[in-house]
């Protein structure tokens, strides 16, 4: 793409650009949050506490009291801008600018599944709705009668015959996971799954859920959750099961969409310093939906 300079045409050729070259990484937004937009700095979350069960009706309505909470996500702006000086430009020194932008869109487009991958690493201090750690032994369990469930789960190991017991296991303390009026939070079961690893254990993960026989047996687990191998997970050995469908862990809030803009000519820079700005904008925020929907398996 050939850029030449004028006052109004280079913000359109850089946008266009940037618009290009921003491909969106496989979403891990769409995969595994609650997509929600906003219309305001912060949005509250009071529908995360579950609805009371159906009861026979004897005379009249009971009404059962559910636990007081609630769940505010703030919204953040983020923003990158690069700088070019008006004799690059006006020397058609064009090419290390296309690079930047192309550069610049590339890192915009993985921000979001920065922010994703960032609330499931910090989901063991961070709290949500119940008002503990998203990845905690300690969420309530039946309001009236107390007690605790635990999704931060000891793993076995990270060989392909511990993780196929641990994800067993994961799923099954998943499913078992009970509403705060003592009903199974999953229903009858069912829903859709996905594992989120690193890179380290891709290949034990792949044949765990992928491979149709193992030692000469039937693989029983294959193709029971969708694989999502990240490298920003640091941790070598620690993974995550979360369901994926209908019921989700954690929330993605849209305030504003991502834009590009510019500082080109008329401006204080640019007759001061003759420097030109190219910025991109968003602002949106990564949080926590239901914990009963994840489990972190520690190792």
Known sequence: MSLVYSSTSLEKGLKSLFMESFTVEDSLAMKLAYMQGSESDKEKYEWLGQSPQMSE?????????????????????????????????????????????????????????????????????????????????????????????????????????????????????????????????????????????????????????????????SNMQAGMADLIVNPRLSDADDWYLLRNDSLRGLIFQERDSLEFSSLETNTESAFHREIFSYGVRARYAAGYGFWQCAVKQVN
């Not at 020194?93 to 915009?108: E, H, L, V």
């Not at 991958?117 to 309530?140: E, K, Q, V």
């Open 57 to 217: 009706l004897k005379g009249t309505r009971h009404v059962t009291p559910l636990s007081d909470t609630g769940y505010e996500l703030t919204n953040t702006t983020y923003t990158a801008t690069i700088e070019v000086k008006r004799t690059d430009l006006d020397d058609n020194q064009t090419g290390s600018i296309k690079m930047r932008i192309q550069q610049m869109a590339a890192t915009a487009s993985a921000h979001v599944n920065k922010l994703i991958i960032n609330a499931l690493i910090d989901g063991t201090s961070d709290a949500c709705y119940d008002g503990t750690a998203f990845f905690g032994n300690s969420h309530p369990a039946r309001a009236d009668e107390g007690g605790t469930q635990d999704n931060l789960l000891a793993g076995s190991g990270t060989t392909a015959a511990a993780i196929a017991t641990d994800f067993a296991a994961s799923k099954a303390a998943l499913l078992n996971f009970t509403s705060e009026s003592g009903e199974p939070f999953h229903g009858d079961g069912g829903g859709t799954y996905a594992v989120v690893c690193p890179p380290a254990l891709e290949k034990n993960f792949r044949e765990v859920l992928g491979a149709s026989i193992i030692s000469n047996t």
